[in-house]
């Protein structure tokens, strides 16, 4: 849930994912403060048993008055999920993805900017146990203009536990974000971290680590309702104070 856009369920899925995130932006220098709010909606679709469509990037910006940037369209990230491994006995899988995006987004809203990027990803999981649940995803972003957007390295861990049968899920996630390669645009030493890329300078080998907590809860095989808190763990927190994300699963 807090890295909605790149960390990737390994699982092949039809379902639809309306998102909504209240992101306060960092007060550490050179940013301000700052809120922002971001409508989306994702959607997958399976094509076969392993291979999906995942549409996992869209929605709308809003922006509070003292925010670095204006309301406006985010990009559109679109890709193809294969699942090389799947064992339902053991209830482990494994996938790896490609993912496009196009700068189709509002510039003022800090998006639409360089000639898209790509997103090469892997992604797996198991049940451990009777409750308790672990997936993992890791990739590159590797944009097309590295004078405007920056390379850099994700990877997301997730841990849930289930409680009984209740189809409570009480979860953990934690994201690491390296930055690869500085670009020549952007607020400098600050990326943009999931949900923007920034091209900004001085940012190589610069790390940001969150952690967020929360709970989903499933009514049925068909339905998730979800919440997560966020905060960054790094002295270096890029673009974020804190953020609160919902989401809503509906799910064939």
């Not at 909605?4 to 899925?13: A, I, K, M, N, S």
């Not at 400098?188 to 300078?201: H, I, Q």
């Not at 952690?211 to 989903?216: A, E, L, N, T, V």
Request: aromatic content about 12%; charged content about 20%.
């Amino acid at each position: 849930m807090t890295n909605p856009v790149f960390f990737e369920d390994p699982r092949t899925l039809t379902e639809v994912r309306p998102i909504f995130i209240h992101h306060n932006i960092s007060t550490h220098p050179p940013l301000a403060g700052g809120d922002l709010q971001v409508v989306a909606m994702q959607v997958r679709a399976a094509l076969t048993e392993r291979l999906s469509v995942v549409a996992a990037k869209d929605g709308f910006i809003f922006t509070g008055s003292d925010a670095p940037l204006d309301d406006g369209w985010a990009d559109i990230a679109l890709g193809l999920k294969y699942n090389l491994y799947s064992d339902p006995a053991l209830q482990q899988l494994w996938s790896v993805g490609l993912s496009y995006e196009l700068p189709v987004g509002t510039p003022r809203a800090l998006q639409g900017n360089g000639d898209g990027e790509f997103y090469l990803y892997t992604g797996a999981g198991a049940q451990v146990g009777d409750w308790w649940h672990l997936i993992s995803t890791a990739g590159f972003r590797l944009p097309a203009d590295t004078v405007d957007e920056n390379q850099l390295f994700s990877w997301g861990l997730h841990l849930d536990r289930q409680f009984g049968d209740s189809g409570f899920y009480f979860f953990n996630e934690t994201n690491w974000y390296h930055y690869l390669k500085s670009g020549a645009a952007g607020i400098p030493t600050v990326g943009g971290m999931d949900f923007f890329n920034l091209g900004s300078s001085d940012v190589a080998g610069n790390d940001v680590v969150t952690d967020g907590f929360g709970i989903k809860y499933k009514p049925s095989i068909h339905c998730e309702i979800g919440v997560a808190w966020e905060v960054p763990l790094t002295d270096r927190r890029d673009l974020i104070d804190n953020r609160l994300t919902t989401d809503l699963i509906l799910r064939y």
